[in-house]
């Protein structure tokens, strides 16, 4: 059974950061990609990073470039989101997703931006106060 276990979340203020946690099991892990989503209050989900684990190739939504950085411990099959410079607009819950990553299948780009994960955490609250 496929299991992800979100932690790290919690309440901050602009300027600060944050690490969040994706604790996975029930898979062989370098088989899989895994992406990082949240969604904010009255909006749609939306991809935040993502990361190949075979190679550990990445993808970050625009707006998060330069201050989020997604990495695994394969050791652990644990991925890690590190989150700088949070604003306000970061505000909401965080879900990890996986899902195999298949070379015929969709690249990470579109796994990200369309959601195309079969499994998913439980999410974790991120508030940031301005």
């Known amino acids: 059974e496929v299991q992800l276990v979100e932690s790290g979340g919690g309440l901050v203020q602009a300027g600060g950061s944050l690490r969040l946690s994706c604790k996975t099991s029930?898979?062989?892990?370098?088989?899989?990609?895994i992406g990082w989503f949240r969604q904010a209050p009255g909006k749609e989900r939306e991809g935040v990073s993502g990361?190949?684990?075979?190679?550990?190739?990445?993808w970050y939504a625009d707006d998060v470039k330069g201050r989020f950085t997604i990495s695994s411990d394969n050791a652990e099959n644990t991925v890690y989101l590190q989150m700088n410079s949070l604003e306000p607009d970061d505000t909401g819950i965080y879900y990890c997703?996986?899902?195999?990553?298949?070379?015929?299948?969709?690249?990470?780009?579109?796994?990200?931006?369309?959601?195309?994960?079969?499994?998913w955490g439980q999410g974790t609250q991120i508030t940031v106060s301005s």
């Open positions: 990361i190949r684990l075979s190679d550990g190739r990445t």
């Open positions: 029930g898979f062989s892990f370098e088989d899989y990609a």
């Open positions: 997703a996986a899902d195999v990553f298949d070379n015929q299948g969709p690249i990470l780009d579109t796994m990200l931006l369309l959601g195309l994960f079969d499994y």
